[in-house]
């Protein structure tokens, strides 16, 4: 007889990322659907209100996606045909194809290396006659040095919108929450976000005629006052419906509470990785800024085979994806606008090394432990 087979253990796989929601949620749920109001009924202006407060912006405009609201935010900034547009190329692809879907430029800057942010020096160095707008990422929900953005935009006349879809909860030095500048500044509210209604975003501003273009634009260029099928100009279907705007209303309830778990979960990701060898860990705050925690995104070290390291971290039951890659290495805008490899550095060796770590708010000690200890097996340590 041969030997007993081992006993098969189960282990819970980690996931990436996973939404908290909870009997809060489901309550606001039903109540939208007896209401029978599931679209442009009161939940919207409530969650708009409550969200505006939150981040200290005099007002919102809730859309369907980040990237809704980026497209949206930029054509209310004048941007047009033949204009540019300078931003990450660390980020997620949508932060840049909402200028070409305006027929602008895209034009990249190299990042910083510490806060993987636009670094205001190299979008300074890009400022041509066509510059229109400035579109820095709060990348990682780190907060982009608003201050240095806004002193070159002042300088050459241009708008910013920020892309603050990963960055709810952060704050600036000055101690003004990211979104609450005045200009406009979008959050996305996808499914792996700090507050999610599935699919949907908002855009927060200081300008009530700016506003008032969003939101005719969101609901296909119909003015407040108008009847259905009245349309005075080009708009889209880019609205948030009631039932996600409840969603939305019910986790501002607890936004708090959700941010803290981030944070301590942040916190235990750094003591239990400390011990693995040139890993790079995610900058902590620094002069006064507060990252508002999205993802956990760790640079492996030079040399590692990243490809093989996912596959052994997933035989551990462990999901991890690299994150992100460089916008302009991405064929679309190789093809499109000449772009190659060596053009931004930094980004690029960021782009190369960088993997998220499962980093969900329910996580609990032992997982964490888990991801360290089968991250430092794969590196081999
Ligand atoms: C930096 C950044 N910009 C834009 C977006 C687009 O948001 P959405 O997926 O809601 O359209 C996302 C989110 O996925 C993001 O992380």
Not at 94 to 123: C, G, H, K, M
Not at 338 to 365: I, K, T, W, Y
Request: charged share 20%; proline share 7%; glycine share 10%.
């Amino acid at each position: 007889m041969g030997a007993e087979p081992p006993a098969v253990v189960s282990i819970e796989p980690v996931p990436l990322a996973r939404p908290v929601l909870g009997e809060a949620e489901e309550q606001a749920i039903l109540e939208v659907l007896r209401s029978g109001q599931l679209s442009l009924g009161p939940r919207v202006p409530a969650f708009e209100r409550a969200f505006a407060e939150c981040v200290g912006a005099p007002l919102a405009s809730a859309v369907s996606s980040g990237t809704a609201g980026l497209h949206l935010a930029l054509r209310a900034a004048g941007v047009g045909e033949g204009d540019e547009v300078i931003t990450s190329p660390l980020s997620f692809v949508a932060s840049a194809n909402v200028a070409v879907y305006e027929r602008a430029r895209p034009v990249f800057a190299d990042i910083d290396p510490l806060t993987l942010n636009l670094d205001p020096q190299a979008a300074a160095a890009v400022v041509t006659e066509r510059t229109r707008a400035l579109l820095p990422v709060h990348i990682f929900g780190y907060p982009a040095d608003m201050p240095a953005f806004e002193q070159l935009a002042a300088s050459h006349g241009l708008a910013i919108v920020e892309d603050a879809c990963e960055a709810l909860g952060a704050q600036h030095p000055d101690g003004t929450p990211v979104g609450g500048r005045g200009h406009p500044a979008v959050f996305g509210f996808y499914a792996n976000k700090q507050l999610t209604t599935g699919e949907g975003g908002m855009i927060t501003l200081g300008d009530s005629a700016q506003k008032e273009r969003i939101d005719s634009e969101r609901n296909q260029g119909r003015a407040p006052d108008m009847g259905w099928l009245d349309h005075d100009r080009l708009g889209f279907n880019y609205r948030l419906s009631d039932i996600a705007c409840a969603l939305g209303i019910a986790q501002l309830e607890r936004l708090e509470e959700m941010l803290a778990a981030r944070s301590l979960l942040a916190e235990r990701y750094r003591g239990a990785l400390a011990g693995i060898d040139e890993l790079e860990l995610p900058c902590p705050d620094e002069g006064g800024n507060t990252r508002g925690w999205f993802v956990f995104v760790v640079q492996l070290p030079r040399g590692v085979d990243r490809d093989e390291t996912v596959r052994a971290l997933a035989a551990a039951g462990i999901q991890s994806k690299p994150y992100l890659p460089a916008i302009h290495l991405m064929s679309f805008y190789r093809e499109r606008f000449g772009h190659r490899a060596g053009e931004f550095p930094v980004c690029e060796d960021v782009a190369a090394r960088s993997l998220a770590l499962p980093f969900f708010p329910q996580m609990n000690e032992g997982q964490v432990a888990r991801v360290a200890e089968g991250l430092g097996a794969a590196l081999g340590q």
